[in-house]
């Protein structure tokens, strides 16, 4: 089918130029010689301006103006954290799917920019929580930048919380490569396997590498294996530096109580799905927040 060309007015001023749709794509023909060719739009949406952003739709700016790496406005109103401009936008019909040249999407910048209002705002709008592989994955994003807030209402919205993607992992690896103490302890608690990685390489293995001995001792205590050995065939312990607070925490461990075992062999049985019943248990609250880590 032919491309559909639509040319839209605006006035005369240097940035403004000539805009056209092709088949429901916006483009900006006259910029593609440009190496930078953000629009006062853009600047607007980056800026948090939502008056200037009213006014520059009111003369005749698409909403979804591209730049030659496909960022639209709603992508810089998210980067910024500017919840007001982004709503603005979406309510003037803004794609919220719009994928950048770099794989980026609106909801992943919402993530970069550690904005809970604007990720909520983008999963409102239906944005897909779940990137193909190659993507940039929102979740991942979070826990990398240590976003709990981003983080909770991505799982909230049913987000992978084991997904494990090439080289970076599954979000909790992730969030322990970075020592993002918070979002680990947020992962651990929503029943992230403590055992998935990045291929062979554990959890645990990224705590150790990164230095993280408050991280290390979370994954201990939700039942990581000091013993597993990574594709070098290395332990934790051995990427430890001598008298270091990481090897500390390893070495004072020990074996797991009985106590600890149970709680470990009972929040498995349960699995994600179900672990929020366990509130329902004919238990004592006591043993209750105790399975729970309360």
Known sequence: MAAVQTEVS???????????????????????????????????????????????????????TLTMDRVSPLHEACLGGHYACAKFLLDNGANVETVSTDGATPLFNSCSSGSAACVRLMLQHRASIHTPYQLPSPIHEAAKKGHRECLEVLLSYGAHIDMELPVVGTPLYSACTARAADCVEVLLHSAADVRIGCGQDSPLHAAVRGGGA??????????????????????????????????????????????????LCIRRSLGKSRLHRAYGLFLPHSMKDFLLYQ
């Open 10 to 64: 605006l006035s005369p001023q240097p940035w403004q130029r000539p805009l056209y749709i092709y088949g429901g794509l916006a483009c900006n023909s006259l910029m593609a010689d440009f190496w930078s060719d953000r629009t006062p739009l853009h600047d607007a949406a980056y800026q948090g301006r939502l008056l200037q952003l009213r006014s520059l739709i009111v003369q005749g700016f698409h909403v979804d």
């Open 214 to 263: 408050n991280v290390v001792e979370l994954l201990l205590d939700f039942g990581a294996d000091e013993c597993c050995r990574n594709a070098e065939g290395k332990t934790p312990l051995a990427l430890s530096s001598p008298n270091s607070a990481v090897r500390v925490a390893l070495q004072k461990k020990g074996p797991c109580s009985l106590s600890q075992l149970c709680r």
